[in-house]
Every structure is written in structure tokens, then in C-alpha cells.
């Protein structure tokens, strides 16, 4: 039997799977780091962090999984999007790593919007300047960091700085490269005109490929301290939510997916690189040759309910507690609304500056009213993102759920009367679909499967279960959307005011 590593680069922690080629998991191990914020608003990791919890993760799940280290054949690589990484000429990294939900740079945007141009944008990448996608952390280091970035020869996304350290080679691969907003998305390679008016260079942004490709093998040294071999190929990879997409099986038309992790993303297949009407979904690169996807992200959707239960209910572990005072509450939680927008907001909005508020709040209200507030207020932000996607003429037929969001079948049914539309999950642990996703590119890249798709129809079973729209709450659901959707307008400029306070 041949296994395959998986491995997840989250924000929060390294997760690392192996599975046998039919998709099978046989062991996971997972490892925290922490963020940093120096400023308000901002987050950054230490990429060396990452390696680490790479290096000890692999070698406790071979350590657990007693296979012999010769049958693994490939490695794959999910990892936080949007992120930047900047190294020297040697590799080495020259300050931390820029995450994706860090919000320092909404002026940057502006700057490169002006310095490029939304038309480039839109012809080149299906997407306008957007302040939280790795061009504006660039722009940002330009303007504010000049003594460092000039001594910059590479500028990696989190995963390729892993791929780095695992086998000395820069690369990267079209669906997380998609979110640079450097690459030619129609095109599936770097675009030259933005490259130029930015002052980059292949070189420093390192070579494309296509997520199941192989970009390199696992360096002698890290093998042997990982308990593999150098001779385990290691793939493109992929974005975690596109990876996630191949893990649940979104590889043909008339799918979509939902993940609820620390970002909450809906997710959605295409045939073509369409730029979305309205501008408040992402057009990325679909893991598979050929294929594309709309995607958008709320940036605090599960980390709403995480805060929420660190503050009030902080030894609810596995979220028992609160799944139970939440479907204790009534729908619409009693007239009470809540905005996730912790730290700031990506789709629709696109605005840095917004943050979480709690709308409509009396002494009627009890904790757990405030708390199904919370879960629903980020379900109706991820409504914002399918409302968005519907609106760019796809129509998906259910929604298969996954991340940690997942685990709550209270979550599953708020999502499908919100969503009203059927909620499906995967036949396996939904929250390793990312893992599985890479797992099974580079299941692909070696050999053992002719494509993506006939890999995935043969690997991803749906479970029996599934959550359908109660038409009574999805018509009140209606009702609550449509006054959740009029308040970020209203807000707008105070949660600007107050940040300036």
C-alpha cells in the first residue's frame, strides 16, 4: 500500500494527515503557534514556526502510523492564503510573515490601485485592488519597510515558504498564486504588465505550476528528520479553501462548499474566468487544469463564536455548552443581530476598518440569545458571499459543509434555513478536507490517479444525512437577512470614526 501526507498550514496550527490511496486517514497530529499583533489590527507569524510544527507533526504521524517510510510517495501542501513571506538572496526571512487577515493596508491598497490600475486589475486578475490579498502587503513593505525590502529576492505565500524549507525550491501554484493578485488568472501564469509597474520579477515571485505537478522532492536532510524519504515528491499544492474544495469534491459544475475554520469561506465551482458583476467575490484558479472558482471569505466567522467562547465561556472546550444554550434561544435570537466583523471584513465589503458590533442589544437579552447571535450573524455574512455568487448566474443544487463549523449539527441546520438551500457533508472528518484535498493532488502528481476528478469520484463519499431548508424559519431567515444586510451601510463611517478616536 502507497500513503500520502497532507499537510494543512492554518492560521492557528500545522495539521498534518496521512492517508492511504484511497483516501483513507491512518494517522494526524497537530501542532499550535501563536500570532502577533504589534499594532491594532495587524497579525503576523513567524514563518520558521511553520517549519517546526511541519518537521514534528510529519514525524509524530509516522512515528504513530508504523508504515514504512519508502511508501510514501508524495506529500501536498494546504495552506492560509494571501499571506507574504519576504527572504534574502540566501532564503533567509527578513521579518515575519504578513497573514491574511492582518489590516494594515488599506492606504497601500489605494496606492497600488492608483499605481496599476483597477482596469489591469480586472483584465488581468477578475479581481479589482483589494487591501487584503499579497500585491498590498508588497505595496505596504515598498512604502513603509524600504531598508528591508530592499534586501528582498524572494516573496513567498506561507505554504511556498514551506515548500522551500522542504525541498530548497521557489515555486508556487495556481490557486493560492491566484490571490496575489499577480498572477494572470485566465492565463494561469504571472502577468508581466503588473510585475513591471510593481518592480517584481519570476524570480523573486518563483515559478508556477499547476497544483498537481511536482515541483521537487523532500531534501535528504528533512526527510530523514521527518521519517520519509528524499525520494517523496512533493506537489503544488493549493490555497486552503481551494484545497478544501478538492477534499470535498467541488471539481465539476453545480457544486459548492462551505468551510467554517477561523475564516469562513463559500466556495463554488466554474468553467470559465468569469469576474463577478459586482465585485464582492474572488475569481481564482480551480486546482484542476481548465477550471476556475468564485470564492469569498469572512474573516472572523468561526473566530467570532472562538472569541465569544474564550470571554464567556471559557471552559466549553468542544463548544457543548454553547451549542446548547444557542438552539435554546429562538430564531433571530430574540431580535437581536450581530456583524462578525472582529477584524475587519473581505467579501463583500472589503473594508479593513469595520469591526464586530451587537445590534438591537436589551436587558431582555440573555447570553444565550448573544451567543446563536453570534452563529447566526456569521452565517448571514457567509449568505452575503453565496447571495453574491448567485448573482454571478451560479446557482449551486446543496452545499456540502466542513471545518471545525462542521462538528455542530445545530450549525448545520442554522446554515441550510439561512442559506435555505440543503446542506450535505462529507463521509469523513470534514475538518481534514483541506489536508485530504493535497493529499489527493499529490496522489495525482505520482501517479496513482489519471486526474483530479476521476480522483476525487472515486475517493469522496457524501454521509446519508442531510440538512434541508425548514421553509418556515428560511422565510424568517429572509426577513432577518434583509435587516442584518442594511446595517454595514449604516455603520460604515462610525466604525471609521471610532477607529480614529
Given at each position: 500500500m502507497n500513503y500520502y501526507l497532507g499537510l494543512d498550514l492554518g492560521t492557528g496550527s500545522m495539521k498534518t494527515v496521512l492517508f492511504d490511496v484511497n483516501g483513507k486517514e491512518i494517522a494526524q497530529n497537530a501542532i499550535e503557534y501563536p500570532i502577533y499583533q504589534p499594532n491594532n489590527g495587524w497579525s503576523e507569524q513567524e514563518p520558521e514556526d511553520w517549519y517546526q510544527a511541519a518537521v514534528k507533526t510529519v514525524r509524530t504521524v509516522m512515528e504513530e502510523a508504523k508504515v514504512d517510510p519508502a511508501s510514501v510517495l508524495g506529500l501536498g501542501?494546504?495552506?492560509?492564503?494571501?499571506?507574504?513571506?519576504?527572504?534574502?538572496?540566501?532564503?533567509?526571512?527578513?521579518?515575519?510573515?504578513?497573514?491574511?487577515?492582518?489590516?494594515?493596508?488599506?492606504?497601500?491598497?489605494?496606492?497600488?490601485?492608483?499605481?496599476?490600475?483597477?482596469?489591469?486589475f480586472l483584465k488581468h486578475v477578475c479581481n479589482p485592488a483589494r487591501p487584503g490579498l499579497q500585491a498590498s502587503r508588497i505595496q505596504w513593505m515598498q512604502e513603509n519597510e524600504p531598508d528591508i525590502y530592499a534586501q528582498v529576492a524572494h516573496i513567498m505565500l506561507p505554504k511556498d515558504y514551506l515548500r522551500y524549507r522542504l525541498?530548497?525550491?521557489?515555486?508556487?501554484e495556481v490557486s493560492d498564486a491566484s490571490g496575489t493578485q499577480i498572477l494572470d488568472v485566465p492565463k494561469r501564469k504571472w502577468c508581466g504588465e503588473i510585475m513591471e509597474i510593481m518592480g517584481l520579477t519570476e524570480d523573486m515571485m518563483g515559478k508556477v505550476y499547476e497544483s498537481s505537478e511536482i515541483t521537487g522532492y523532500v531534501l535528504e536532510d528533512v526527510a530523514r528528520e521527518m521519517g520519509i524519504t528524499s525520494k517523496c515528491a512533493v506537489v503544488g499544492g493549493a490555497g486552503d479553501n481551494a484545497a478544501a474544495g478538492v477534499g470535498t469534491g467541488i471539481v465539476a459544475p453545480g457544486r459548492a462548499m462551505t468551510t467554517i475554520g477561523t475564516s469562513g469561506t463559500v466556495f463554488a465551482f466554474t468553467e470559465k474566468p468569469v469576474t463577478d458583476p459586482g465585485q464582492a467575490v474572488y475569481t481564482y484558479c480551480m486546482p484542476v487544469p481548465g477550471a476556475w472558482h468564485f470564492m469569498g471569505s469572512v474573516n472572523s466567522c468561526g473566530d467570532s463564536l472562538k472569541w465569544w467562547r474564550n470571554e464567556m465561556y471559557p471552559n466549553d472546550a468542544e463548544y457543548e455548552e454553547i451549542n446548547k444554550v444557542a438552539q435554546a434561544s429562538q430564531p433571530g435570537a430574540n431580535?437581536?443581530?450581530?456583524?462578525?466583523?472582529?477584524?475587519?471584513?473581505?467579501s463583500p465589503h472589503f473594508n479593513l476598518n469595520c469591526r464586530g458590533s451587537f445590534v438591537g442589544l436589551s436587558k431582555v437579552h440573555t447570553k444565550g440569545d448573544m451567543t446563536r447571535a453570534v452563529m447566526e450573524g456569521a452565517t448571514y455574512a457567509l449568505r452575503d458571499i453565496l447571495t453574491a455568487i448567485r448573482n454571478a448566474d451560479i446557482e449551486?443544487?446543496?452545499?456540502?459543509?466542513?471545518?471545525?463549523?462542521?462538528?455542530?449539527?445545530?450549525?448545520?441546520?442554522?446554515?441550510?434555513?439561512?442559506?435555505?438551500?440543503?446542506?450535505?457533508?462529507?463521509?469523513?472528518?470534514s475538518e481534514n478536507a483541506a489536508a485530504l484535498g493535497v493529499a489527493i493532488l499529490a496522489m495525482v502528481g505520482t501517479g496513482a490517479y489519471p486526474s483530479v476528478v476521476e480522483a476525487c469520484d472515486k475517493i469522496i463519499k457524501m454521509r446519508d444525512e442531510v440538512y434541508t431548508p425548514d421553509a418556515q424559519r428560511a422565510k424568517f431567515y429572509d426577513k432577518v437577512y434583509a435587516e442584518f444586510d442594511k446595517l454595514y451601510p449604516q455603520l460604515k463611517d462610525s466604525f471609521k470614526s471610532i477607529l480614529e478616536l
Amino acid at each position: 500500500m502507497n500513503y500520502y501526507l497532507g499537510l494543512d498550514l492554518g492560521t492557528g496550527s500545522m495539521k498534518t494527515v496521512l492517508f492511504d490511496v484511497n483516501g483513507k486517514e491512518i494517522a494526524q497530529n497537530a501542532i499550535e503557534y501563536p500570532i502577533y499583533q504589534p499594532n491594532n489590527g495587524w497579525s503576523e507569524q513567524e514563518p520558521e514556526d511553520w517549519y517546526q510544527a511541519a518537521v514534528k507533526t510529519v514525524r509524530t504521524v509516522m512515528e504513530e502510523a508504523k508504515v514504512d517510510p519508502a511508501s510514501v510517495l508524495g506529500l501536498g501542501i494546504s495552506g492560509q492564503m494571501a499571506g507574504a513571506v519576504f527572504s534574502d538572496k540566501n532564503g533567509e526571512v527578513l521579518r515575519r510573515a504578513i497573514l491574511w487577515n492582518d489590516a494594515r493596508t488599506t492606504e497601500a491598497c489605494e496606492h497600488l490601485r492608483d499605481r496599476v490600475g483597477n482596469d489591469t486589475f480586472l483584465k488581468h486578475v477578475c479581481n479589482p485592488a483589494r487591501p487584503g490579498l499579497q500585491a498590498s502587503r508588497i505595496q505596504w513593505m515598498q512604502e513603509n519597510e524600504p531598508d528591508i525590502y530592499a534586501q528582498v529576492a524572494h516573496i513567498m505565500l506561507p505554504k511556498d515558504y514551506l515548500r522551500y524549507r522542504l525541498t530548497g525550491e521557489y515555486a508556487t501554484e495556481v490557486s493560492d498564486a491566484s490571490g496575489t493578485q499577480i498572477l494572470d488568472v485566465p492565463k494561469r501564469k504571472w502577468c508581466g504588465e503588473i510585475m513591471e509597474i510593481m518592480g517584481l520579477t519570476e524570480d523573486m515571485m518563483g515559478k508556477v505550476y499547476e497544483s498537481s505537478e511536482i515541483t521537487g522532492y523532500v531534501l535528504e536532510d528533512v526527510a530523514r528528520e521527518m521519517g520519509i524519504t528524499s525520494k517523496c515528491a512533493v506537489v503544488g499544492g493549493a490555497g486552503d479553501n481551494a484545497a478544501a474544495g478538492v477534499g470535498t469534491g467541488i471539481v465539476a459544475p453545480g457544486r459548492a462548499m462551505t468551510t467554517i475554520g477561523t475564516s469562513g469561506t463559500v466556495f463554488a465551482f466554474t468553467e470559465k474566468p468569469v469576474t463577478d458583476p459586482g465585485q464582492a467575490v474572488y475569481t481564482y484558479c480551480m486546482p484542476v487544469p481548465g477550471a476556475w472558482h468564485f470564492m469569498g471569505s469572512v474573516n472572523s466567522c468561526g473566530d467570532s463564536l472562538k472569541w465569544w467562547r474564550n470571554e464567556m465561556y471559557p471552559n466549553d472546550a468542544e463548544y457543548e455548552e454553547i451549542n446548547k444554550v444557542a438552539q435554546a434561544s429562538q430564531p433571530g435570537a430574540n431580535r437581536l443581530i450581530y456583524l462578525p466583523y472582529l477584524n475587519g471584513e473581505q467579501s463583500p465589503h472589503f473594508n479593513l476598518n469595520c469591526r464586530g458590533s451587537f445590534v438591537g442589544l436589551s436587558k431582555v437579552h440573555t447570553k444565550g440569545d448573544m451567543t446563536r447571535a453570534v452563529m447566526e450573524g456569521a452565517t448571514y455574512a457567509l449568505r452575503d458571499i453565496l447571495t453574491a455568487i448567485r448573482n454571478a448566474d451560479i446557482e449551486p443544487d446543496n452545499v456540502i459543509m466542513c471545518g471545525g463549523g462542521s462538528k455542530s449539527p445545530f450549525w448545520r441546520q442554522l446554515m441550510a434555513d439561512i442559506y435555505n438551500i440543503p446542506v450535505k457533508l462529507p463521509d469523513m472528518n470534514s475538518e481534514n478536507a483541506a489536508a485530504l484535498g493535497v493529499a489527493i493532488l499529490a496522489m495525482v502528481g505520482t501517479g496513482a490517479y489519471p486526474s483530479v476528478v476521476e480522483a476525487c469520484d472515486k475517493i469522496i463519499k457524501m454521509r446519508d444525512e442531510v440538512y434541508t431548508p425548514d421553509a418556515q424559519r428560511a422565510k424568517f431567515y429572509d426577513k432577518v437577512y434583509a435587516e442584518f444586510d442594511k446595517l454595514y451601510p449604516q455603520l460604515k463611517d462610525s466604525f471609521k470614526s471610532i477607529l480614529e478616536l
